[in-house]
């Protein structure tokens, strides 16, 4: 019986002998007959990842109508409409639009994250079929085929190796491995993680050395590829703060505007002892109130805002791909970093060399040849102390190390750069060296042997030079070389000595020579199977930026927990962690442990643990997720495949710009143009000075909403002819608000912003402090424009000009509160304010000049029902303008002067202390 499509992917191929695997697919190294493999493709289906179904783009559209802000908007422009204000509904149903399409296109950007996906697989596939090699489309392999791989192939499906040679993958996308995966055909335990199942090949990887045959096992959606694919397709993009929060004001602003509306429709209508409106009048005045209450500019003035947060933030190397994910930054309370990279240089550098004098350190960037060597003791330490090691090692790599537009770089595998690199610092040059002591013969590095050894030529005689994993060197070391004489090796000494570097998250390998006759044979295992003389070992380490342990501080200061999830071993994790200030220094999870826990058991430690070490796709987005059920609200980094689901499912997905795979960059919100994590404290500082700036921008607009809509109610339950007509409100909504709001959209980021915790992402905008500046704001407004319009009336102006005036004193009061609502706390005149925003006094320039205009200017007149006023008329404004800043200032002063109490209270409990 043949194995039917699933039987495939819960084996575990890795921790079966290849001749078992070969019988399990009924199949042999000749291949598989063109009949089977025909009826192979039949039941398995093609290697190929189907598309999901999606919505249709006409259905995608329609659906970013449907939010209740969008729908509150739609009844304005109805409204607006019934009072024959055609320009004005052609610009909010132009707003309404231009939302929707902005929201279409980033929707469809994001489904072609799954187009990526796809689009990694390999075009064709060298196979053996019928006992001869073939070349066919990598979408008609089928479990059991023999394929081919040699350097610079893509992996076409999942692959158990049957034979090879000198193997080595890049499956950074799959495991965030920083070097190539070195393979081999030996059985691994079946609990063996990803990145440790050294017997596999997985489809989308590259192969970047060697070659191999092997024998498929999983095709199309069975392949660890597929199986991306198919979380990619379950996961489910979370909703953003914003948007829940605005789409509960909208509710809440659409049920309010809709009650009062009808109560005083109700009010007028039901009081007949309340002169001065017919029902004609007092439905246009009830429409003129639901116009005054709706803030027809707040759609425009959170999408501009978001707009200038994302080339803030670009200016800072983070380019955002979701608009909604600018705001969302500042409420983030949890980031999951990857490690290489992000945290570290992704430059490999040897930081330690161990000698039999002792250890010394090596200072320097990268791979720039210049740098400082120091003893463990601080003293420096002269270039000829590792001369002699570091001139094997430069022998023994192929690397070359090279300046491009002032910055140096590697060519060649990056572990055999930081050996380049040291021999620079320690004053040799590799040409010349490399000239001195021609290379006669080689055994590269295989991971059977782990090592590699070259023979060169020194004048009559000639050594091998050989470099490797210090276990697999040291028992094959007869005697030390100390600079002076030979002596015999201590291996506990020296095993102590790797373990130590091993601890400090340093990759350890041993340098080693031996002299031998010159001889034109090729140089084999059994050369270097004894006899060879130590040098030392040596440490290497992907060093953690310098800016990034700032960047980690800045997060914790600001009560962010920054957490580390890597494909590196949980030693190494641990140690560069520590380095950077993540963690507590001993508590790290591996994938292992993660898949002994449930969801619950996860959920219960995930906020404590801060280090994941050797990670799975599915563990990377359980971790998130578990954070996601503790109320966190997390941002991820990543670069491979393997990364997306994590990347989609969480409220902030970040991918790497240089580094990063395109499923990845598809599956984020954010993209890192310099792979930096310090760019991702900056998005978050800029997040929150945007979210700040939102709610500046609404605690600017509510309360002079609301005054317009309290200017209406108090002259319907009064009896009084309408002081501002709807006319005139839509141009102060319009016109006057959005202009004097908008200039809210470019204040920097207050002083102490990255000192806060992050805010709760789950309260209203609405919140009780709003709601009492609405009420204090509006009440100082309606009172002053009422007070001005009944002024005007007294003393014998005319109905138009006595609106005139209301108006013009309402606009001031909005120009005065606008100095004053820039500072949430602290003074207008505060150092923090003067000249921060040039655009807010510029702004005011072009009110003042419209309300001369929309006052003196006989077309606007005409079209607004206005007429000119005096100099009395103004001064009247002015003071409208001054009581409405006087009064939000000595709010501020009390709040102020009652935070300063609780700080001097909890200081003076802090400084008692127990009498016993």
């Given at each position: 019986m043949k194995p039917s499509p699933n039987e495939s992917k819960p084996m575990s191929w890795h921790s079966e002998t290849f001749e078992s695997c070969l019988n399990r697919l009924n199949t042999s190294k000749e291949g598989l007959p063109a009949e089977e493999a025909t009826e192979r493709l039949e039941r398995y289906g093609p290697n190929r990842l189907e598309p999901p179904k999606r919505r249709g783009p006409l259905m995608r559209f329609i659906l970013q109508f449907h939010n209740v802000l969008v729908y509150v908007l739609m009844s304005a422009a109805v409204m607006t409409g019934v009072l024959g204000m055609w320009v004005d509904t052609g610009v909010i149903i132009g707003v309404v639009v231009i939302n929707a399409i902005v929201g279409f296109l980033q929707e469809g950007k994001a489904e072609r994250a799954l187009e990526a996906v796809a689009n990694m697989l390999s075009p064709t596939a060298a196979v053996v079929r019928n006992n001869q090699r073939d070349t066919i489309a990598a979408e008609d392999l089928v479990p059991g085929d023999i394929v081919l791989?040699?350097?610079?192939?893509?992996?076409?499906?999942?692959?158990?190796?049957?034979?090879?040679?000198?193997?080595?993958?890049?499956?950074?996308?799959?495991?965030?491995?920083?070097?190539?995966?070195?393979?081999?055909?030996?059985?691994?335990?079946?609990?063996?993680?990803?990145?440790?199942r050294k017997n596999m090949a997985y489809s989308?990887?590259?192969?970047?050395?060697?070659?191999?045959?092997?024998?498929?096992?999983?095709?199309?959606?069975?392949?660890?590829?597929?199986?991306i694919n198919a979380m990619l397709t379950e996961v489910q993009t979370l909703v953003t703060p914003l948007t829940r929060q605005l789409d509960q004001f909208g509710r809440w602003l659409t049920v309010a505007i809709l009650l009062l509306a009808a109560f005083t429709f109700a009010f007028g209508a039901l009081t007949p002892d309340v002169p001065g409106h017919s029902l004609v009048e007092l439905f246009m005045?009830?429409?003129?109130?639901?116009?005054?209450?709706?803030?027809?500019?707040?759609?425009?003035?959170?999408?501009?805002?978001?707009?200038?947060?994302?080339?803030?933030?670009?200016?800072?190397?983070?380019?955002?791909?979701?608009?909604?994910?600018?705001?969302?930054?500042?409420?983030?309370?949890?980031?999951?970093?990857?490690?290489?990279?992000?945290?570290?240089?992704?430059?490999?550098?040897?930081?330690?060399?161990?000698?039999?004098?002792?250890?010394?350190?090596?200072?320097?960037?990268?791979?720039?040849?210049?740098?400082?060597?120091?003893?463990?003791?601080?003293?420096?330490a002269e270039q000829s102390e590792i001369a002699h090691l570091a001139e094997t090692a430069l022998l023994c790599s192929d690397a070359?190390?090279?300046?491009?537009?002032?910055?140096?770089?590697?060519?060649?595998?990056?572990?055999?750069?930081?050996?380049?690199?040291?021999?620079?610092?320690?004053?040799?040059?590799?040409?010349?060296?490399?000239?001195?002591?021609?290379?006669?013969?080689?055994?590269?590095?295989?991971?059977?042997?782990?090592?590699?050894?070259?023979?060169?030529?020194?004048?009559?005689?000639?050594?091998?030079?050989?470099?490797?994993?210090?276990?697999?060197?040291?028992?094959?070391?007869?005697?030390?070389?100390?600079?002076?004489?030979?002596?015999?090796?201590?291996?506990?000494?020296?095993?102590?000595?790797?373990?130590?570097?091993?601890?400090?998250?340093?990759?350890?390998?041993?340098?080693a020579i031996k002299k031998m006759p010159p001889t034109d044979a090729p140089l084999e295992h059994e050369d270097v199977a004894d006899g060879l003389t130590l040098l030392g070992v040596v440490g290497i380490i992907d060093p953690p930026r310098d800016e990034a342990i700032e960047a980690v501080g800045n997060c914790h200061s600001a009560?962010?927990?920054?957490?580390?999830?890597?494909?590196?071993?949980?030693?190494?994790?641990?140690?560069?962690?520590?380095?950077?200030?993540?963690?507590?220094?001993?508590?790290?999870?591996?994938?292992?442990?993660l898949d002994g826990m449930n969801d619950d058991d996860l959920e219960k430690v995930v906020s404590d643990v801060d280090v994941y070490a050797r990670t799975s796709p599915e563990q990377k987005l359980r971790i998130v997720t578990a954070l996601q059920s503790r109320g966190e609200l997390v941002a991820m980094t990543g670069d491979g495949v393997n990364d997306a689901p994590a990347l989609k499912r969480a409220d902030v997905g970040t991918a790497m710009g240089i580094k990063g795979t395109e499923v990845a960059k598809q599956s984020?919100?954010?993209?890192?143009?310099?792979?930096?994590?310090?760019?991702?404290?900056?998005?978050?500082?800029?997040?929150r000075t945007?979210?700040?700036?939102?709610?500046?921008?609404?605690?600017?607009?509510?309360?002079?909403?609301?005054?317009?809509?309290?200017?209406?109610?108090?002259?319907?339950?009064?009896?009084?002819?309408?002081?501002?007509?709807?006319?005139?409100?839509?141009?102060?909504?319009?016109?006057?608000?959005?202009?004097?709001?908008?200039?809210?959209?470019?204040?920097?980021?207050?002083?102490?912003?990255?000192?806060?915790?992050?805010?709760?992402?789950?309260?209203?905008?609405?919140?009780?402090?709003?709601?009492?500046?609405?009420?204090l704001v509006s009440?100082?407004?309606?009172?002053?424009?009422?007070?001005?319009?009944?002024?005007?009336?007294?003393?014998?102006?005319?109905?138009?000009?006595?609106?005139?005036?209301?108006?013009?004193?309402?606009?001031?009061?909005?120009?005065?509160?606008?100095?004053?609502?820039?500072?949430?706390l602290r003074a207008a005149w505060s150092r923090d304010a003067l000249g921060s925003n040039p655009w807010i006094f510029g702004a005011i320039a072009s009110v003042l000049a419209l309300q001369l205009l929309f006052t003196y200017w006989g077309p606007m007149t005409t079209l607004f029902g206005t007429a000119p006023t005096d100099g009395l008329a103004w001064a009247w404004a002015l003071m409208v303008g001054f009581l409405v800043f006087g009064a939000v200032e000595s709010e501020k002063l009390w709040r102020r002067r009652g935070s300063e109490h609780r700080v001097k209270s909890t200081s003076g409990l802090t400084k008692k202390s127990p009498s016993h």
């Amino acid at each position: 019986m043949k194995p039917s499509p699933n039987e495939s992917k819960p084996m575990s191929w890795h921790s079966e002998t290849f001749e078992s695997c070969l019988n399990r697919l009924n199949t042999s190294k000749e291949g598989l007959p063109a009949e089977e493999a025909t009826e192979r493709l039949e039941r398995y289906g093609p290697n190929r990842l189907e598309p999901p179904k999606r919505r249709g783009p006409l259905m995608r559209f329609i659906l970013q109508f449907h939010n209740v802000l969008v729908y509150v908007l739609m009844s304005a422009a109805v409204m607006t409409g019934v009072l024959g204000m055609w320009v004005d509904t052609g610009v909010i149903i132009g707003v309404v639009v231009i939302n929707a399409i902005v929201g279409f296109l980033q929707e469809g950007k994001a489904e072609r994250a799954l187009e990526a996906v796809a689009n990694m697989l390999s075009p064709t596939a060298a196979v053996v079929r019928n006992n001869q090699r073939d070349t066919i489309a990598a979408e008609d392999l089928v479990p059991g085929d023999i394929v081919l791989l040699e350097a610079g192939d893509k992996v076409p499906a999942d692959i158990r190796l049957i034979e090879s040679t000198r193997l080595q993958i890049d499956e950074a996308m799959l495991t965030g491995e920083s070097v190539p995966a070195s393979k081999v055909t030996a059985t691994v335990a079946a609990n063996a993680v990803l990145a440790d199942r050294k017997n596999m090949a997985y489809s989308g990887t590259f192969v970047t050395g060697g070659q191999t045959v092997g024998m498929v096992v999983a095709t199309g959606r069975d392949t660890e590829l597929g199986r991306i694919n198919a979380m990619l397709t379950e996961v489910q993009t979370l909703v953003t703060p914003l948007t829940r929060q605005l789409d509960q004001f909208g509710r809440w602003l659409t049920v309010a505007i809709l009650l009062l509306a009808a109560f005083t429709f109700a009010f007028g209508a039901l009081t007949p002892d309340v002169p001065g409106h017919s029902l004609v009048e007092l439905f246009m005045a009830t429409v003129g109130l639901a116009v005054a209450a709706i803030p027809e500019g707040l759609p425009a003035i959170v999408t501009i805002t978001l707009a200038i947060g994302v080339q803030r933030m670009a200016r800072r190397n983070a380019i955002i791909r979701r608009l909604p994910a600018v705001e969302t930054l500042g409420a983030i309370s949890t980031i999951c970093s990857d490690k290489t990279g992000t945290l570290t240089r992704n430059e490999m550098m040897v930081q330690a060399v161990v000698t039999a004098q002792g250890t010394i350190n090596v200072a320097g960037t990268g791979y720039a040849p210049e740098g400082e060597l120091h003893w463990a003791d601080g003293s420096k330490a002269e270039q000829s102390e590792i001369a002699h090691l570091a001139e094997t090692a430069l022998l023994c790599s192929d690397a070359e190390i090279k300046q491009t537009d002032g910055l140096w770089r590697t060519e060649g595998d990056p572990t055999e750069g930081a050996l380049v690199t040291l021999a620079a610092r320690a004053g040799l040059v590799s040409t010349a060296t490399r000239s001195a002591h021609p290379r006669q013969s080689t055994i590269p590095f295989d991971s059977a042997y782990r090592y590699m050894a070259t023979r060169h030529s020194d004048g009559s005689d000639a050594f091998v030079a050989i470099k490797g994993a210090p276990e697999a060197l040291l028992p094959r070391c007869s005697d030390l070389h100390d600079g002076r004489s030979s002596r015999s090796v201590d291996e506990t000494f020296w095993q102590a000595q790797v373990d130590s570097l091993a601890s400090k998250g340093m990759r350890t390998l041993a340098v080693a020579i031996k002299k031998m006759p010159p001889t034109d044979a090729p140089l084999e295992h059994e050369d270097v199977a004894d006899g060879l003389t130590l040098l030392g070992v040596v440490g290497i380490i992907d060093p953690p930026r310098d800016e990034a342990i700032e960047a980690v501080g800045n997060c914790h200061s600001a009560g962010i927990r920054v957490k580390m999830i890597t494909g590196d071993h949980a030693l190494t994790a641990r140690a560069i962690a520590a380095q950077i200030g993540i963690g507590n220094g001993h508590d790290v999870l591996t994938g292992m442990q993660l898949d002994g826990m449930n969801d619950d058991d996860l959920e219960k430690v995930v906020s404590d643990v801060d280090v994941y070490a050797r990670t799975s796709p599915e563990q990377k987005l359980r971790i998130v997720t578990a954070l996601q059920s503790r109320g966190e609200l997390v941002a991820m980094t990543g670069d491979g495949v393997n990364d997306a689901p994590a990347l989609k499912r969480a409220d902030v997905g970040t991918a790497m710009g240089i580094k990063g795979t395109e499923v990845a960059k598809q599956s984020s919100e954010m993209v890192l143009a310099d792979d930096n994590f310090v760019s991702i404290a900056q998005a978050v500082k800029e997040g929150r000075t945007v979210y700040q700036n939102l709610r500046k921008s609404i605690q600017f607009i509510l309360p002079t909403n609301g005054a317009q809509a309290g200017v209406i109610i108090a002259a319907i339950l009064f009896g009084l002819t309408l002081p501002i007509t709807p006319v005139q409100i839509l141009w102060i909504n319009m016109v006057t608000a959005v202009t004097l709001a908008l200039t809210l959209a470019f204040e920097p980021a207050e002083r102490d912003i990255m000192k806060r915790p992050p805010r709760n992402a789950s309260s209203p905008i609405l919140d009780g402090f709003l709601l009492w500046r609405i009420a204090l704001v509006s009440s100082v407004l309606i009172v002053g424009t009422v007070g001005v319009f009944l002024w005007e009336l007294a003393r014998g102006e005319a109905l138009e000009a006595s609106r005139t005036a209301a108006v013009n004193a309402l606009v001031m009061g909005q120009i005065f509160y606008l100095l004053s609502v820039r500072q949430n706390l602290r003074a207008a005149w505060s150092r923090d304010a003067l000249g921060s925003n040039p655009w807010i006094f510029g702004a005011i320039a072009s009110v003042l000049a419209l309300q001369l205009l929309f006052t003196y200017w006989g077309p606007m007149t005409t079209l607004f029902g206005t007429a000119p006023t005096d100099g009395l008329a103004w001064a009247w404004a002015l003071m409208v303008g001054f009581l409405v800043f006087g009064a939000v200032e000595s709010e501020k002063l009390w709040r102020r002067r009652g935070s300063e109490h609780r700080v001097k209270s909890t200081s003076g409990l802090t400084k008692k202390s127990p009498s016993h």
